[in-house]
């Protein structure tokens, strides 16, 4: 996967947002383990957004596999590389117990019946979640949300895990176990992983690191204001 | 003493403005005008149907808007399981035309019974199956397609 000089622009009140100043160009190879990291409102999600096809930058591409994917919507993005994705808000549905939404989730992804049940099992012991599938995601705390989120995203065996802020809403002991798990699933998987943290202690612990800067502030005549 | 001020009162929401409050007027004037037309011109009006059918479009469009945020979850939701979009406004059509189609049943078997011609019980059918479909399905299209939707994933 591979970003080249994307550059992504809001409107706000000063003038214009623009985040990512002189483009962003990054490269995952198969198999890495990628850490962005940045402050609050540098962009990461966006970053996250636009590599999953979610928003379009005004300026550069987004490429897998050498095919750019630009202006391609994220179910094709997946055709190309299984990609799943987990968000800084838990996205469980809550009309669905905990197994019922990783039963969907890999009925989408085009799992096989016969193989959906065997998956689920495995993601919901890896996680812990074994004795509360069959839980609403409302009654659950943020730290399970957020490994729902993480075994519907693994049940999938995707190629690429882009995961938004991973620890954002999780305690510490949480926090302790998840990077770790993550690195486990990177070495003995071999899921590439894309993560985004605000957490400088915690993009050490990728094999590799990308810094964000801050966003600009324009004015309408592009000039612009503060830092 | 000061007196209260009924201005917070009004400034604050006591007359209707939302979208959902615009709905809720529509469908009761066009209740309430099929309601006091009907005695004045029978002729004209003798065939309700086609005055009733137009309260699916702002019924439907009422019922889909009034649970924004819970709808906005779900369609989160599909969309990070890799649900395509298609797919997410096919299943709030299917909802639509089910809620019209059902509403409207004893139209429909009124007019199956009294031996209508079957092109017209068809025309109404489809008609309500896509009207309903139609504007069930336009507030979520219109929620998907905004650029703040993505944003409802950053915390």
């Avoid at chain 2, 400034?11 to 037309?37: F, K, N, Y």
């Avoid at chain 2, 509403?103 to 199956?129: D, K, M, N, Y």
């Amino acid at each position: 996967m591979e970003t080249r000089s994307v550059v992504v622009e809001y409107p706000s009140v000063k003038g214009v947002l623009r985040l990512y100043d002189q483009g962003v160009s990054l490269k995952v190879d198969q198999g890495d383990f990628l850490a962005v990291l940045g402050g609050s409102g540098w962009g990461k999600s966006t970053l996250v957004n636009v590599v999953l096809g979610l928003e379009k930058p005004i300026h550069g591409s987004v490429s897998f596999r050498e095919h750019d994917v630009t202006r391609e919507s994220f179910v094709k993005r997946c055709s190309l590389v299984k990609t799943a994705a987990v968000f800084q808000r838990p996205t469980a549905l809550p009309q669905m117990t905990v197994s019922q939404n990783l039963h969907l989730a890999l009925s989408l992804a085009g799992v096989p019946r016969k193989e959906r049940d065997e998956r689920i099992k495995e993601a919901l012991a890896f996680f812990g979640l074994d004795k509360i599938e069959r839980s609403y995601p409302d009654g659950l705390s943020a730290g399970q949300r957020r490994r729902i989120d993480l075994a519907r995203a693994l049940a999938v065996k995707p190629e690429l895990l882009v995961i938004d802020e991973p620890t954002g809403d999780l305690d510490g002991s949480a926090t302790n176990l998840l990077i770790p798990l993550l690195r486990g699933l990177n070495r003995n998987q071999g899921t590439t992983i894309f993560m985004t943290t605000a957490l400088p202690r915690q993009a050490s612990q990728a094999k590799h690191q990308v810094h964000l800067r801050p966003p600009l502030y324009l004015t309408p005549e592009n000039k612009m204001i503060g830092d | 003493m000061e007196k209260p001020s009924w201005t917070p009162i009004v400034l604050s929401g006591a007359i209707p403005r939302e979208a959902t409050d615009l709905l809720a007027l529509l469908v009761m004037g066009i209740v309430a005008l099929e309601a006091s037309l009907a005695p004045v011109a029978p002729t004209v009006f003798s065939s309700r149907l086609w005055l009733s059918l137009l309260v699916v479009p702002p019924t439907c469009a009422l019922a889909s808007i009034s649970t924004t945020t819970r709808r906005t979850r779900e369609e989160l939701a599909l969309f990070a399981y890799g649900g395509p979009g298609w797919q997410i406004l096919l299943r709030y059509f299917i909802r639509g035309a089910i809620i019209a189609l059902v509403a409207f049943s004893p139209v429909l078997l009124q007019g199956f019974l009294r031996t209508t011609s079957i092109l017209e019980l068809v025309t109404t059918a489809v008609v309500l199956l896509f009207a309903g479909g139609l504007f069930y399905s336009m507030p979520s299209l219109r929620r998907i397609r905004s650029s703040s939707f993505v944003e409802n994933y950053k915390s």
